[in-house]
C-alpha cells in the first residue's frame, strides 16, 4: 500500500509542494513502509548504492547537490532523493538552505508507483 492517497488527475508526474505532501501521507502506512523497507533491507532485498555529491564549490558556489538511489523488491519501487544545499544569500530572500525532491516509480513500468 502507498502513503500516498494519489488522485488519478496526477498522472504520470506530479509535483507536490510540502504542504500537500502533509495533507496527502498518511503517517501510519508511511511508518509502515519504513519498518517493511529496513526490515528488507536486513535481508538484503534493497539496493541503495552509494550517494554521489556534486560540490559546486570549484565553480564558485556555496552549493552541492547529492543523489541518493535506491529500489526495494518488495514494494516494487524504484526511485532517489535529489538534495541540494545553497548558502550565500538565500537566507536573505527568505530561502532555506536545503531543498529536496523525491522520486518514485513503479520498478517495472517507471510510471507513479502504486
Do not use: C
Not at 502507498?2 to 501521507?25: C, F, M
Not at 534493497?46 to 541518493?68: D, H, I, R, S, Y
Not at 516509480?105 to 508507483?113: C, K, S, V
Amino acid at each position: 500500500m502507498s502513503p500516498v492517497k494519489a488522485d488519478e488527475s496526477w498522472g504520470p508526474t506530479h509535483l507536490i509542494a510540502r504542504g500537500q505532501i502533509e495533507r496527502a501521507v498518511d503517517r501510519a502506512v508511511a511508518l509502515d513502509v519504513v519498518e517493511r523497507v529496513l526490515a528488507e533491507q536486513s535481508r538484503g532485498r534493497v539496493a541503495m548504492p552509494a550517494k554521489v555529491t556534486m560540490n559546486l564549490a570549484e565553480f564558485g558556489l556555496n552549493a552541492w547537490n547529492t543523489a541518493m538511489p535506491a529500489y526495494s523488491e518488495s514494494l516494487g519501487a524504484s526511485g532517489f532523493k535529489w538534495v541540494g544545499g545553497f548558502g550565500d544569500d538565500r537566507r536573505d530572500h527568505g530561502l532555506p538552505f536545503l531543498i529536496a525532491m523525491i522520486l518514485v516509480q513503479d520498478a517495472n513500468t517507471g510510471y507513479r508507483w502504486r
